[in-house]
């Protein structure tokens, strides 16, 4: 019994790299969001900017290594609480939100090259530039990083929801999966 209860939950390296993505884009979204309410030749602007565009290329360098890995390891079955439709919810919303994670920085990505704008790691080395400047491209891919950050927005306060729904209400081990404290993995409230 204790070898199929260690099998429900995400191993260390999944629920690292979980968590640790979750802080980098809560964090990203900060800047971003002030730095677009700030006038364009502001130089806190800028500063805001090379923030926001190192979190976002980390967080897709991160997305690719936890795409595989998870590929790799797979992912834990969920207990038998949980019906096919709810099974079925989580996959369809954890598939959207890995492509969501890869996408948005893409767009961010495209948004700032084809802008003219560098793309560097926390101004320790550049990214490179891999579409030249253009300006239909840059408004096509800043509204497509627009709207991506509210779909993800909307997914991940979904996710919150749900996550708290299993936890406070449903009382099941859904969220204990992923979370961090052993107490929580043993059915206890951490």
Same mark, same amino acid.
């Given at each position: 019994?204790?070898?199929?209860?260690?099998?429900?939950?995400?191993d260390?390296?999944?629920?690292?790299?979980?968590?640790l993505?979750?802080?980098?884009?809560?964090v990203?979204?900060?800047?971003g969001?002030?730095?677009?309410?700030?006038p364009?030749?502001?130089s806190?602007?800028?500063?805001?900017?090379?923030?926001?565009?190192?979190? +976002?290329m /980390?967080? =897709?360098? !991160?997305?690719i290594?936890?795409?595989?890995?998870r #590929?790799?390891?797979? *992912?834990?079955?969920?207990g038998d609480?949980i019906?096919?439709?709810?099974r079925a919810?989580?996959?369809?919303?954890?598939?959207?939100?890995?492509a969501?994670?890869?996408a948005?920085?893409?767009?961010?990505?495209?948004?700032?090259?084809?802008?003219?704008?560098?793309?560097?790691?926390?101004?320790l080395?550049?990214?490179?530039?891999?579409?030249?400047?253009?300006?239909t491209?840059?408004?096509?891919? +800043?509204? /497509?990083? =627009?709207? !991506?950050?509210?779909?993800?927005?909307?997914?991940? #306060?979904?996710h919150? *929801?749900?996550?708290?729904?299993?936890?406070?209400?449903?009382?099941?081990?859904?969220?204990?999966?992923?979370?961090?404290?052993?107490?929580?993995?043993?059915?206890?409230?951490?």
């Amino acid at each position: 019994m204790a070898a199929e209860t260690t099998l429900r939950f995400y191993d260390l390296t999944q629920r690292a790299l979980h968590w640790l993505m979750a802080a980098i884009i809560l964090v990203a979204i900060v800047p971003g969001v002030i730095a677009a309410l700030l006038p364009e030749e502001a130089s806190a602007r800028h500063e805001l900017l090379l923030v926001h565009k190192s979190l +976002g290329m /980390t967080a =897709l360098a !991160l997305v690719i290594v936890r795409a595989f890995y998870r #590929a790799f390891v797979g *992912a834990p079955p969920y207990g038998d609480s949980i019906g096919p439709l709810i099974r079925a919810a989580a996959r369809a919303e954890q598939c959207a939100l890995y492509a969501l994670m890869a996408a948005l920085p893409v767009s961010g990505y495209l948004m700032s090259t084809a802008s003219g704008h560098d793309v560097s790691w926390f101004g320790l080395f550049p990214c490179p530039a891999l579409v030249a400047p253009d300006k239909t491209l840059a408004g096509l891919s +800043g509204q /497509t990083h =627009l709207w !991506l950050a509210w779909t993800i927005g909307a997914l991940l #306060a979904l996710h919150f *929801a749900a996550a708290g729904w299993h936890y406070w209400v449903e009382r099941d081990d859904v969220f204990a999966r992923m979370w961090p404290s052993p107490a929580a993995r043993r059915g206890g409230r951490s």
